[in-house]
């Protein structure tokens, strides 16, 4: 199973304050996504949360441990 880590308590508190202020909807699920990991939450059961498929919150957890706050942002698309 797949977890995010013990968060620091400065993660934490930037976590929820993206949560709870970000502007753009997808990163405020991002966030809130590595918050439920955090407490335990099983993938499955994020991604039924989102209605999402397990692949795109793993996604977003792997993406969070490489990169932290960055890894919630949409990469570049073409087109």
Do not use: C
């Amino acid at each position: 199973m797949k977890f995010v880590d013990s968060l620091t308590q400065p993660d934490f508190q930037l976590l929820y304050e993206i949560r709870r202020t970000s502007a753009i909807q997808r990163i405020r699920d991002r966030s809130h996504a590595v918050l439920l990991s955090n407490k335990g939450y099983k993938i499955n059961n994020v991604a039924n949360i989102f209605d999402l498929d397990r692949d795109t919150v793993s996604a977003w957890l792997d993406a969070w441990k490489a990169q932290a706050e960055e890894g919630l942002s949409d990469k570049p698309h073409t087109g």
